[in-house]
């Protein structure tokens, strides 16, 4: 009896530790936050930790002042990949020591689908607070200042960890207003000053405009440059939109007579974040070295300079003499010549620009045509490097086409169609033999044609763009070495036929498995202009290959034992009839070969054929 009392005690008081635990630990007691303080509600008896948060308010871009009406990237983020925030709020405020108030400025917007509210609302903005419980470990925001100048501002937020740690104001760092007085720290050098944006309604009209893409205003624009006439003076405007980070480029160069780089007066566009200042600079490309060399004298014939790096958009503008006077610049008149207009952006250090990409979207634009800069056109558009794009089209037609169905026919169709002859010689080898002849033409034009276009050896900057050229060289040595050894193999009744036939499959092999990698590097060339969709149709069409040659090895498994029975008949009755026409037994399985061969052939055509027109008319 007493026993049977103890053990519903004891539940009783287990029962009610569990509900006292799970009361304890729910996150529901806490409600954030009080707009004055930003202190979660329902902690009155908890201190907020006086420990380093793990949690960080990150700025993107990273720039010293903001301008109202842009909007700026605000991530809450975990620096600790095991510890989660389960729930938030921030606002940005003056930090103006005149000003100094808890009112929030600017409104947020969420940019993943989370579960939060504009809250506090005030004259000038809103804070912004989640409204549900989950664990976060990054909540990426944008902030929109308001349409005026409040003076500087930081953004400050509360983090709920659980009920019982949580931390409150936690600061980013400061972003200033330009018409404010700045702080002893930042001198008035570091002022970015912005400019006014690129007007593109005279484009065509007061105004010359080269731009990508066509048509663009130039808050769109990847690139833009305008010129016009000044009398003995051009004004020049040159903007491009980056990735946003810290010492970047933007480098228009003026091309005598081709759409290369080597040989260019390149003005410069350049965000140094060292000393805070967008610089224009003039250098020169060095003809076959691949350089740039800045000029001794880099602003001569430059006036009335300005620039700024807001919002990852990159903007110069300046005057240039139309003619300038010395040895180092040459002979590049502004009124004399006309130029194909090449414009690229990347990496800066310290007010240096750096080597650009070669990738599709980093490899330099370069206009269709020639510009005569004293003449307003509108253009756009990029300049085509059609024998990069015929060397593409004849490796995926080797490739793509041609090696599949030639190797296929070597693997597994050697026993078919045993009786029947073309021109004297076998289907198969016939099959196989037209396709390697066309892989080794192809192969063999296609190399001359990007040595044409190149001028010997690529210069490759990125690590996987330089092995292309390695790879395709390796690929090109075993299309040579495949011809000399069918040539040279011993007759096949010979005992070192076997020898011959594995090296021979051996080269093959190594060409067509280092190809298929080749291509898909060779397509991240911006000189290829491939769209990314064609990627993912070469991925799909090679799965599909590999699916083949793997059903028909299982399938030559299976059928193995029957045609070895057929063939050991079939060698009896011959020697049984030495002088009888007996003729070759049908493999077993010829009809679903047939039709493996068959669906093979016709996606090989029709994606060689989608792959050819999309890189020819891209």
Request: with cysteine; net charge neutral.
């Amino acid at each position: 009896m007493w026993q049977h009392q103890g053990g519903i005690l004891v539940s009783l008081c287990v029962l009610f530790t569990l509900t006292q635990v799970v009361v304890s630990v729910n996150i529901d007691n806490i409600q954030c936050c009080q707009c004055g303080t930003l202190y979660p509600q329902g902690v009155a008896d908890i201190k907020p930790q006086i420990m380093p948060s793990p949690f960080v308010i990150k700025v993107a871009p990273d720039a010293d002042f903001y301008r109202p009406g842009l909007d700026y990237n605000v991530n809450l983020t975990s620096l600790d990949d095991n510890r989660k925030f389960v729930s938030f709020m921030i606002q940005a405020v003056r930090t103006n020591k005149s000003r100094n108030t808890n009112e929030p400025i600017g409104s947020f917007t969420a940019l993943d689908n989370i579960n939060a509210v504009q809250d506090c609302p005030g004259t000038f903005g809103n804070a912004f607070v989640s409204a549900d419980y989950t664990e976060k470990s990054n909540v990426r925001l944008v902030w929109n200042p308001y349409r005026s100048f409040q003076g500087h501002v930081e953004f400050r937020a509360t983090f709920v960890e659980n009920e019982n740690t949580y931390w409150v104001k936690e600061k980013s760092r400061p972003i200033y207003s330009p018409d404010n007085e700045l702080p002893p720290e930042l001198p008035p050098r570091y002022i970015p000053n912005p400019i006014a944006f690129v007007d593109t309604v005279g484009c065509g009209i007061t105004k010359g405009c080269y731009r990508i893409p066509e048509d663009c205003s130039e808050i769109e624009c990847e690139y833009i440059f305008t010129w016009r006439d000044k009398g003995d003076k051009m004004v020049f405007e040159m903007s491009a939109l980056t990735d946003g980070f810290n010492d970047r480029y933007f480098a228009v160069g003026l091309s005598k007579g081709d759409i290369y780089m080597g040989g260019e007066l390149v003005f410069e566009c350049v965000h140094n974040s060292s000393r805070g200042r967008v610089d224009v600079f003039q250098s020169l490309n060095i003809n076959n070295e691949h350089q740039n060399v800045r000029l001794v004298k880099p602003k001569i014939g430059i006036s009335f300079e300005e620039g700024s790096y807001n919002n990852g958009r990159l903007r110069c503008r300046f005057d240039r003499e139309k003619t300038v006077n010395d040895e180092e610049v040459g002979d590049f008149s502004l009124t004399s010549q006309r130029y194909h207009l090449l414009m690229a952006r990347g990496k800066a250090r310290r007010g240096f620009i750096k080597r650009h990409e070669l990738t599709v979207g980093h490899l330099p634009a370069s206009s269709p045509d020639e510009v005569d800069l004293l003449i307003y056109d509108n253009i756009s558009g990029r300049a085509r490097y059609h024998l990069v794009k015929a060397h593409a089209c004849l490796m995926l037609l080797a490739w793509v086409f041609f090696a599949p169905i030639g190797l296929i026919w070597m693997k597994y169709y050697t026993t078919m169609w045993p009786n029947s002859r073309f021109m004297g010689e076998k289907y198969w080898f016939v099959s196989h033999a037209t396709c390697t002849l066309w892989v080794i033409l192809l192969v063999l034009v296609g190399v001359i044609l990007i040595f044409a276009e190149v001028g010997g050896w690529a210069q490759l900057p990125e690590l996987s763009l330089k092995a292309h050229p390695i790879l395709g060289i390796i690929v090109f040595i075993c299309v040579i070495f495949i011809p000399i050894i069918a040539l040279i193999r011993c007759p096949e009744t010979h005992t070192c036929r076997p020898v011959g036939n594995w090296f021979y499959w051996l080269f093959w092999t190594i060409a067509f498995c280092l190809a298929i990698p080749n291509i898909f590097i060779g397509m991240e060339f911006g000189k290829v202009m491939v769209p990314w969709w064609l990627t993912w149709v070469l991925c799909i069409f090679f799965l599909f290959n590999l699916v083949c040659e793997v059903i028909l090895e299982v399938h030559q498994c299976v059928t193995h034992k029957k045609n070895k029975e057929r063939r050991k008949k079939w060698e009896l009755q011959k020697k049984e009839n030495p002088n009888a026409h007996i003729p070759e037994p049908w493999p077993a399985g010829r009809t679903f070969k047939r039709n493996i061969l068959f669906t093979h052939f016709i996606v090989c055509l029709i994606v060689v054929i989608i792959a050819v027109i999309t890189v020819a008319v891209s």
